[in-house]
């Protein structure tokens, strides 16, 4: 569906990708995350023909990007593009206008589309009645009234309360149910985790690495994590090692990466002597690998 291949882009002296590529399949959901300034919304914007590459080239379903391109992808950006004081319907038509709806198929599109993200019974009420969650569904839905092959949710569920976020995200798996390909940048690793088939992670406008989440997990050489309250932190770490076992620091907490799966008994074992406050076992999330690439690579 995507095919991203060399592509780099510069202001000025500062080089915002270099050499990225990135391969998108039909009907997946691909997580794009990094930090502020990883070079995610210059690709959009490249994708979405609203910026020029310097070098590299960009295919949307064989089609090199252009004007045409624009047709077959829908965005919704992290800042909702709808007009306030105007309806859930008046909005959506706004932009199939703009898409070159005819009126038949437009007003059908409009019904259409404001069922699909279960706003319908909205579509006369004012965008400024709505509630956070609502208007960024309504601003997902502007991005799928022209029947897009690829959408581009760009931090769709910043800001949102967790009710919300569930109804963004219940959304988002329907478009991969109905064969819609979802490019979603967000910052909040447990939604690519749920989401996503598969995640790259970008850091100064290169791809770090990518894969399934069970792929990304064998870039961490452990079978589980555990996070250690003690006050004898390099005791700790010092035992730790003698059995092999990897040691980080995540914010304030000490953490050991284990290289095998031990039962609650004999990791104690393994810190006997030590006074030890807590343990608390974690599986390898997609934080500890982002973490990992983010300070070490």
């Not at 590459?53 to 045409?68: C, H, L, M, P, Y």
């Amino acid at each position: 569906m995507l095919t991203i291949q060399n592509l780099n882009k510069s202001y000025g002296k500062r080089q915002v990708l270099k050499n990225l590529n990135l391969q998108i399949n039909s009907g997946e959901v691909y997580g794009l995350i990094g930090a502020n300034g990883s070079g995610k919304t210059t690709t959009i914007n490249i994708i979405c023909n609203l910026l020029q590459a310097d070098s590299g080239q960009i295919k949307i379903n064989q089609q090199s990007v252009s004007e045409a391109t624009k047709k077959i992808i829908g965005v919704a950006p992290q800042e909702n593009l709808l007009y306030k004081s105007l309806s859930c319907a008046e909005n959506l038509k706004f932009f199939a206008d703009i898409y070159g709806l005819n009126r038949k198929e437009r007003q059908q599109r409009i019904l259409d589309t404001l069922a699909s993200v279960n706003l319908l019974d909205r579509a006369k009420q004012p965008v400024e009645t709505l509630s956070g969650g609502m208007q960024r569904r309504l601003n997902i839905a502007v991005a799928l009234v022209h029947q897009p092959q690829l959408v581009i949710l760009d931090e769709p569920t910043t800001g949102l309360d967790i009710e919300a976020r569930y109804e963004i995200w219940e959304l988002i798996r329907q478009l991969k149910n109905q064969g819609i390909t979802v490019l979603l940048t967000t910052h909040l690793l447990e939604e690519a985790e749920r989401l996503c088939q598969r995640i790259g992670v970008l850091k100064h406008g290169q791809l770090l690495a990518e894969g399934s989440l069970a792929e990304l997990r064998k870039l961490i050489p452990a079978e589980e994590i555990i996070l250690v309250q003690t006050e004898s932190e390099e005791q700790a770490i010092a035992r730790a090692k003698e059995y092999g076992f990897t040691h980080r620091r995540y914010g304030s907490d000490l953490a050991f990466w284990l290289p095998e799966s031990l039962d609650l008994k004999e990791i104690i074992a393994r810190f006997d002597g030590i006074a030890i406050n807590s343990i608390a076992r974690q599986p390898v999330r997609l934080e500890h690998i982002y973490l990992e690439l983010m300070q070490y690579s």
